[in-house]
């Protein structure tokens, strides 16, 4: 199949509800039945085991949801693309359901190459009205300062670079032990922050146990954080002036 006869179909779409529990796999796996409930005429790999093809930007952790999840399929045939988007929507369950889709360039980067940039909303609930937004604010910095945040991914030991995956960050108290975090974060070929890590030793230290073990988990317990939602609320590139790239609008 040459490059000429291909069409690169580009869609937005949310992760929540209780499918944010679905691991990466399995959330290809299903986006795969849903196109081809859709009837879109996918194309296929060459080899031994064809398969559709397709592309997906970076997995996102077990447990947190997302606004705006990516996926490109190329397509054998130029299907107009809000014909598309409404096939795909009527295929998929309402938690993986599209939000937008639009064609892009056959040659332009993969979406895990393009993509360099997310912001998360983290909700944070202590369930202690002692904790105040400034002690938190002042576990957040500490654990800033350090730098790393080392934490087990099963019995793996790993570590978390903060002064390269932070880029910022900004803090409010949404009610009575009710914080609202939002994280401005950077990912390239050698990883992405991990908001469940950042959570973890963010309890640790309200705890006044920060050299404690963080594990790497869409459901941790934790004791001075006992309930935490993450959403993803954007993914993008940056231009060389700074500007924020849609996936949707590259050339």
Known sequence: MSEQTLFRLRVRYVKQGRLRYL?????????????????????VTQGFSPHMRAGFSSALPVGTASDCEWYDVFLT???????AFERLKAASPV??????????????AALTAFITCAEYAVNLWTGDASVTESMVREALEAIRA???????????????DLTRTL???TLAQAGEGHFLLTLDTRMDNDGALR???????LNNYLDG???????????????????YEVTRTAQYALSDEGAHLDPLHVH
């Open 167 to 169: 880029a910022g960050y």
């Open 95 to 108: 938690d993986l359901a599209p939000v937008k889709a639009g064609y892009v360039d056959v040659r332009a």
């Open 209 to 227: 146990t920060p050299d404690a073990p963080i594990h790497s988990t869409g459901t941790q317990h934790l004791a001075r954080i006992p309930r």
């Open 77 to 83: 045939e130029l299907v107009p693309p809000n014909e």
């Open 146 to 160: 350090q730098g790393t945040i080392a934490y087990l991914r099963g019995k793996k030991e790993k570590s978390l």
């Open 195 to 201: 908001p469940e890590v950042l959570v973890g030793a």
């Open 23 to 43: 691991g990466h796999l399995e959330v290809l796996h299903t986006i795969e039945r849903i196109i081809r409930r859709a009837q879109l005429p996918y194309a």
